[in-house]
């Protein structure tokens, strides 16, 4: 990542309305094994099929019901 993107990053999350705290992690940076949990496990930011995880969202199961 170019110098200073993840300080803004964190710092946006910081003033950001967002009710969950936020980890903005480099993955170049991290132990592979970090890397491949991440990757199995993480949550993407901007993933449309995980919006409905957010607070206020219906769910995926409320929707179908």
């Known amino acids: 990542l170019p110098p200073g993107i993840?300080?803004?990053l964190r710092?946006?999350?910081e003033e950001s309305?967002?009710?969950y705290r936020v980890?903005?992690?480099d993955l170049?940076?991290?132990r592979p094994e970090f890397r491949k949990?991440?990757?199995q496990k993480g949550i993407r930011w901007n993933d449309s099929e995980n919006a409905s995880v957010?607070?206020?969202k219906p769910?995926?199961?409320s929707k179908k019901l």
Do not use: H, T
Request: charge should be negative; avoid cysteine; charged fraction near 20%.
């Open 37 to 39: 949990a991440v990757i």
């Open 54 to 56: 957010l607070p206020g």
């Open 23 to 25: 980890d903005v992690v």
């Open 6 to 8: 993840l300080a803004d």
């Open 28 to 30: 170049s940076q991290v």
């Open 17 to 19: 309305p967002v009710p």
């Open 11 to 13: 710092e946006k999350f």
């Open 59 to 61: 769910s995926r199961a």
